[in-house]
């Protein structure tokens, strides 16, 4: 009898398995759509078909989208449905214009919209709860109003900007960022163009709240995630048409 009872405790005792951590892809793209900087179809290539292309192959759970036109993110997410069957919901935001005193949704060239930042959230991880969207108090005294954008979803929050090249607006603003980021929480995961390199002077480092981690293309793209996350794996695909790689980060969770 007493081996038996043993043999129960022993069983009672032993710890389940954990459960296996499951990749959760990260996509940013700086895709110089505005029409007025050199960047634009740099090369005399529209970059938009490998973009989606980009996002098929690499299946993200969240896609975060600078320099990009409202029309042309419309229909990315449209054209990556019809070539993967995979739905995004895309949660859109501004670049703002001022001039005389008023700032207004900047303007892409050509009539194709807004020009501004996205995040593109696959449809698994459910429905919009919330947006939280605007433009940063410290601005760097041009016609441009530098943006920021969250999103919560039903797993996970998303988070982009893209901050100015200039001093001290791009270290305000990057405070500001890790402000936003520390109150969307552990849950949080970001992508975007900080203009800020690390190692470096100010520091992209430097926008990062306590208990996240970033992992940088090697230049100016980032994606900073927060404590419920790991980390998997990286990598760049080039994207013809604009001067930055697709930067894609592997978390786990």
Same mark, same amino acid.
């Given at each position: 009898?007493?081996?038996?009872?043993?043999?129960?405790?022993?069983?009672?005792?032993?710890?389940?398995?954990?459960?296996?951590?499951?990749?959760?892809?990260?996509?940013?793209?700086?895709?110089?759509?505005?029409?007025?900087?050199?960047?634009?179809?740099?090369?005399?290539?529209?970059?938009?078909?490998?973009?989606?292309?980009?996002?098929?192959?690499?299946?993200?759970?969240?896609?975060?989208?600078?320099?990009?036109?409202?029309?042309?993110?419309?229909?990315?997410?449209?054209?990556?449905?019809?070539?993967?069957?995979?739905?995004?919901?895309?949660?859109?935001?501004?670049?703002?214009?001022?001039?005389?005193?008023?700032?207004?949704?900047?303007?892409?060239?050509?009539?194709?919209?807004?020009?501004?930042?996205?995040?593109?959230?696959?449809?698994?991880? #459910?429905? $919009?709860? /919330?947006?939280?969207?605007?433009?940063?108090?410290? *601005?760097?005294?041009?016609? +441009? =109003?530098?943006?920021? &954008?969250?999103?919560?979803? #039903?797993? $996970?929050? /998303?988070?982009?900007?893209?901050?100015?090249?200039? *001093?001290?607006?791009?270290? +305000? =603003?990057?405070?500001? &960022?890790?402000?936003?980021?520390?109150?969307?929480?552990?849950?949080?995961?970001?992508?975007?163009?900080?203009?800020?390199?690390?190692?470096?002077?100010?520091?992209?480092?430097?926008?990062?709240?306590?208990?996240?981690?970033?992992?940088?293309?090697?230049?100016?793209?980032?994606?900073?995630?927060?404590?419920?996350?790991?980390?998997?794996?990286?990598?760049?695909?080039?994207?013809?048409?604009?001067?930055?790689?697709?930067?894609?980060?592997?978390?786990?969770?």
């Amino acid at each position: 009898m007493k081996s038996v009872l043993a043999a129960v405790a022993l069983i009672a005792g032993t710890a389940a398995p954990a459960a296996a951590a499951t990749d959760f892809p990260v996509l940013q793209m700086n895709l110089c759509r505005s029409g007025v900087a050199n960047c634009f179809n740099q090369g005399g290539t529209n970059p938009m078909a490998k973009a989606a292309s980009t996002i098929v192959a690499a299946n993200p759970a969240v896609v975060t989208l600078n320099e990009a036109c409202s029309s042309e993110t419309t229909k990315l997410a449209a054209d990556v449905k019809a070539q993967s069957g995979r739905a995004y919901t895309v949660v859109w935001q501004p670049v703002g214009k001022k001039e005389n005193g008023r700032t207004t949704p900047y303007p892409c060239t050509s009539g194709r919209g807004e020009y501004g930042i996205a995040v593109l959230a696959r449809q698994d991880l #459910g429905a $919009v709860k /919330a947006r939280e969207g605007g433009y940063y108090g410290p *601005q760097d005294g041009g016609a +441009e =109003q530098r943006a920021y &954008l969250c999103a919560k979803f #039903g797993t $996970v929050n /998303a988070c982009t900007t893209h901050l100015s090249t200039k *001093q001290p607006a791009v270290e +305000e =603003q990057c405070q500001a &960022l890790k402000g936003l980021l520390a109150k969307y929480g552990t849950g949080t995961v970001f992508g975007g163009d900080l203009n800020l390199r690390y190692p470096g002077d100010p520091s992209a480092q430097a926008c990062v709240p306590a208990g996240s981690f970033r992992k940088g293309d090697g230049n100016v793209q980032h994606i900073i995630a927060g404590g419920a996350f790991g980390f998997g794996s990286s990598g760049k695909t080039s994207i013809p048409g604009t001067d930055h790689p697709a930067w894609r980060v592997t978390l786990t969770r």
